[in-house]
Nanobody
Framework: QVQLVESGGGLVQAGGSLRLSCAAS????????MGWFRQAPGKEREFVAA????????KYADSVKGRFTISRDNAENTVFLQMNSLKPEDTAVYYC?????????????????WGKGTLVTVSS
């Protein structure tokens, strides 16, 4: 069983930065690919970024490439999402997720454990 708790959300002006953290509990955290998803009001939850257990494989949604960086610290059971050059369209609840698949996935249904989310609001 894996439990995930996100933190670091808040209100920021366009062009600003935030760093999200996801603290995981569970014995096999370091074995799981991890992902970040987001859900804006009235929209479906969408993929943002994902990282393999070793950190060697990373994927990003096109909308955040060059602005967001995903990383992980297996010793601390934590995954991060550094968000720079934020835009109003980045406003959403951001969710951390863990996948029991062997490879990094972008599909929401490939993730087995989810946090409750943290709200990011970007003002124009």
């Amino acid at each position: 069983q894996v439990q995930l708790v996100e933190s670091g959300g808040g209100l920021v002006q366009a062009g600003g930065s935030l760093r999200l953290s996801c603290a995981a509990s569970g014995r096999f955290f370091s074995s799981y690919p991890m992902g970040w998803f987001r859900q804006a009001p009235g929209k479906e939850r969408e993929f943002v970024a994902a990282i393999s257990w070793s950190g060697d494989t990373i994927k990003y949604a096109d909308s955040v490439k060059g602005r967001f960086t995903i990383s992980r610290d297996n010793a601390e059971n934590t995954v991060f999402l550094q968000m720079n050059s934020l835009k109003p369209e980045d406003t959403a609840v951001y969710y951390c997720a863990a996948s029991m698949q062997a490879y990094v996935r972008e599909e929401r249904l490939q993730y087995d454990y989810w946090g409750k989310g943290t709200l990011v609001t970007v003002s124009s």
